[in-house]
């Protein structure tokens, strides 16, 4: 057997336990390893040598604190390298600088058909890669690297545009995916779900990506209309009806992008439907633009919409299967202060279900490259980004990657596998070899992790430590 293969080996046999199903910790506390551990990895990407005392002193402490230091981060611009720069700037620049790139491409095409050289003004036709690219760069440093960007707030940032979902792989999505994470979700993440939705609602990004920026009263499209109401806002099961996605449809005529004269959004009165709507017994006169912002935000404040926003942060921040009377709880508090984001993620942090220890998470591809590049001081090389972005496309989890409106699963059942955690192993170890043993992490490992990683020799303890089973589950 060839010498670099026993590592990887052993670290799939320390993950085994795993499809056990067994938690790391038994006992339930504001203090010590376990609370700090839950904090950490959930309101984040796990403890850092700089996090990890303060939280073990008291995590219900230390949570609320990361709170309200997310939210001041959030109303304040992100810390993005200038080598990444281009991608945040002015969005309606990058419409004009992506209405060049595709000019580029024609002129290109044209000139290939008569067999004439092609003249491309220096690397126009790259700008969509170079952007994301660029994009999914910073969101591996953000998530990794608290000097980047405050912990809970990428946490909450990965949430957002996993519940309003783009695909970077729809062309004209590509070059605005990065834009739409810092400016839609970012932005808006501790605020108020309204504000998320209708700044969403008029990006180029999910213009393009479900196809309102096409649909008018001459043409409607749907998908917008549907996705918002099933996905976005109410849910599949709210009662709403055929005939209500395409009166929201009509509202939403005229919501387009203008690529030609540098616009990444405006409002078409002439592609408008100025004819009455009614919509979940609502009647909508023409109004214009303010149709569709009213519409959008009689979504946002529905009382399903409170419940469907209530169990995808239980699912995601406590448990795959969380108790009514918690979801019941964030829905409350989601209907009383009109979707304030920050509210509802104090109920949920203020909640016993939060902390209770048999509540367990296990990480998604995504939680377990940005924990495990935490432990190695962030993502600051190009090769580590390589090799995450590698992994997470290995894994099923390309960032930015998923083609459907619905988001990644974060469940167990979805990414517990054998074959998940030998491709898990087999990051740990490239990783680990890159990095100092990170010894702090060791109070946070059961016994017998600690017993077998100490049976190797130093330079491949670092890896065995993030391929262990205690450091899969959150």
Not at 71 to 87: G, K, M, N, T, V
Not at 133 to 158: H, K
Request: hydrophobic residues 45%; positive net charge; glycine residues 6%.
């Amino acid at each position: 057997m060839p010498p670099h293969r026993p590592p990887t080996a052993t670290a799939l046999l320390l993950a085994l336990p795993l499809l056990a199903g067994s938690p790391v910790f038994s006992q339930q506390a504001d203090t010590g390893a376990a609370a700090a551990w839950r904090a950490t990895s959930r309101l984040g990407y796990g403890p850092s040598a700089a996090t990890a005392p303060a939280a073990q002193a008291g995590a219900r402490a230390w949570a609320l604190q990361q709170l309200d230091a997310a939210y001041a981060a959030s109303q304040r611009a992100p810390a993005i390298p200038a080598e990444l720069a281009r991608f945040n700037q002015p969005v309606n620049q990058i419409a004009a600088d992506f209405h060049a790139e595709r000019e580029a491409r024609r002129l290109a095409r044209q000139a290939n058909a008569v067999g004439a050289p092609a003249a491309r003004p220096g690397n126009a036709d790259n700008f969509s890669r170079e952007m994301q690219q660029s994009a999914a760069a910073w969101r591996l440093m953000a998530c990794s690297d608290p000097a980047v960007e405050q912990p809970l707030l990428a946490r909450m940032t990965e949430f957002w545009f996993n519940h309003l979902n783009v695909f970077v792989g729809k062309g004209p999505v590509r070059p605005f995916v990065g834009h739409y994470a810092v400016n839609v979700i970012r932005a808006n993440a501790l605020g108020k779900f309204e504000d998320m939705l209708l700044a969403s609602a008029r990006h180029p990004a999910m213009l393009f990506y479900l196809d309102q920026a096409q649909s008018n009263v001459r043409g409607l499209n749907e998908n917008y209309a549907r996705e918002l109401m099933e996905l976005h806002t109410l849910g599949v099961n709210a009662g709403y009806t055929q005939n209500d996605v395409r009166e929201l449809a009509r509202i939403l005529t005229g919501w387009t992008v203008g690529l030609q004269q540098g616009e990444a959004f405006r409002f078409g009165p002439r592609l408008h439907d100025t004819g009455d709507k009614v919509l979940l017994g609502r009647s909508f006169s023409a109004d214009g633009l303010r149709e569709g912002e009213e519409a959008i935000r009689m979504l946002a404040r529905h009382p399903a919409t409170a419940q469907r926003i209530a169990l995808r942060l239980a699912t995601t921040f406590v448990t795959d299967q969380p108790p009514r009377v918690l979801t019941d709880r964030l829905a409350a508090t989601f209907t009383r202060t009109q979707g304030d984001i920050r509210a509802v993620m104090r109920t949920l942090i203020e909640s016993p279900e939060f902390w209770a220890a048999d509540n367990t998470l296990f990480k998604t591809p995504l939680d377990f490259a940005c924990s495990a590049l935490t432990a190695g001081g962030g993502a600051r090389e190009r090769r580590e980004i390589q090799l995450t972005l590698g992994f997470l496309a290995q894994a099923g989890q390309p960032m930015h990657g998923w083609q459907t409106p619905d988001g990644y699963k974060t469940d167990a059942a979805t990414w517990l596998a054998p074959e998940a955690l030998t491709r898990r192993a087999d990051y740990a170890m490239a990783l680990g070899v890159r990095m100092d043993d990170p010894l702090y992490l060791q109070t946070f490992l059961s016994a017998a992790s600690r017993e077998r990683i100490t049976r190797e020799t130093p330079a491949l303890r670092a890896g065995l430590t993030l391929a262990s089973p205690d450091f899969m589950r959150k």
